[in-house]
């Protein structure tokens, strides 16, 4: 309630990885200062890079971003919304 105007979505930290060798799902915590450049997966022992483009493998293989990708998807839409003028 005392806050300071803006209003941000709450930056999810849990995202479910899905292995792309074997499928096996896991929950991990994303760390919010650093980016996660290898997956490990424990069902099948495979190592996994980020896709190409990808900061992350939370960004290519969770079923959340990653902290810093929610962020900035945040303050873009904060830019929009200054639709229909009350004009008359
Ligand atoms: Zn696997």
């Given at each position: 309630m005392g806050d300071s105007g803006q209003v941000r979505p709450p930056i999810v930290l849990q995202s479910t990885i899905t292995c792309p060798r074997c499928g096996a799902k896991k929950t991990e915590t994303m760390p919010t200062d650093a980016c996660v450049f290898v997956y490990e997966c424990g069902a099948c022992g495979g190592h996994f890079a980020p896709k190409r483009?990808?900061?992350?493998v939370f960004c290519s293989y969770g079923t959340v971003q990653c902290p810093p990708v929610q962020e900035s998807s945040a303050s873009r839409n904060e830019a929009v919304g200054g639709l229909g003028g009350a004009h008359d």
């Open positions: 483009g990808h900061c992350c």
